[in-house]
């Protein structure tokens, strides 16, 4: 299975600045990554999907980049709305595994 | 509106069975792979299988096989998934995710979960 580890666990941001998530795999592959946030109480939401296209409707403050093993989710100047945990998938290999995710709080 | 709903709550002791129901409306239900994904209390996603809807064709994490089932109902729009034997660290709210759109096995449209409490 591919390991997703996530960094960092928790990252303390003040609104207007950016963010930049790091998910790291286990093992090599093209670009079949997604990113999701969510909110306390609610479900997941697609951001991001093939590393680096965002969405439907997502704003463009967030962007995402990479290959291989080193994909990065980035979001600049952070809105109130932006505080949330974030989570990477890959969808190159079967099982389908997760990263256990990035909270970004409000600093 | 273009949404997944799901059933309610359940609370199941260990050994027993839990059949979680996911409904599709607004858009064509056989046209997109169902997918159910678990979050246990305070832990991350974890993906346990998908169904094609067309061809109730099923593929499903090894770690879940012998346990789910995932069946669907194409006259009624909607997708099940039951996991038997029943253990404390199922505990977890379980979602269904709709396959996105150009995107082959991510999850553009998700359930609002559904909390299955083994006590």
């Known amino acids: 299975d591919i390991v997703l580890t996530q960094s960092p666990t928790t990252l303390s941001v003040s609104p207007g600045e950016g963010a930049t998530l790091s998910c790291r795999a286990s093992?090599?592959?093209?670009?079949?990554l997604a990113w999701y946030q969510q909110k306390p109480g609610q479900a997941p939401r697609l951001l991001i999907y093939?590393?680096?296209t965002r969405a439907t409707g997502i704003p463009a403050r967030f962007s995402g980049s990479g290959s291989g093993t080193e994909f990065t989710l980035t979001i600049s100047s952070l809105q109130s709305e932006d505080f949330a945990v974030y989570h990477c998938?890959?969808?190159?290999?079967?099982?389908?595994?997760f990263g256990h995710g990035t909270k970004v709080e409000i600093k | 509106q273009v949404q997944l709903v799901q059933s309610g709550a359940e609370v199941k002791k260990p050994g027993a069975s839990v059949k979680v129901s996911c409904k599709a409306f607004?858009?064509?239900?056989?046209?997109?792979?169902i997918h159910w994904v678990r979050q246990a209390p305070g832990q991350g996603l974890e993906w346990m299988g998908r169904i094609n809807p067309n061809s109730g064709v099923t593929k499903s994490a090894q770690k879940f096989q012998g346990r789910v089932i995932m069946t669907r109902d194409t006259s009624m729009s909607t997708a099940y998934m039951e996991l038997s034997r029943l253990k404390f660290d199922d505990t977890a709210v379980y979602y269904c995710?709709?396959?996105?759109?150009?995107?082959?096995?991510?999850?553009?449209?998700w359930g609002q979960g559904t909390l299955v409490t083994v006590s």
């Open positions: 093939d590393a680096s």
């Open positions: 607004g858009y064509s239900f056989s046209g997109h792979d």
């Open positions: 998938q890959q969808y190159d290999s079967w099982p389908l595994t």
């Open positions: 995710a709709r396959e996105a759109v150009g995107a082959h096995n991510c999850f553009d449209l």
């Open positions: 093992q090599s592959f093209s670009t079949n």
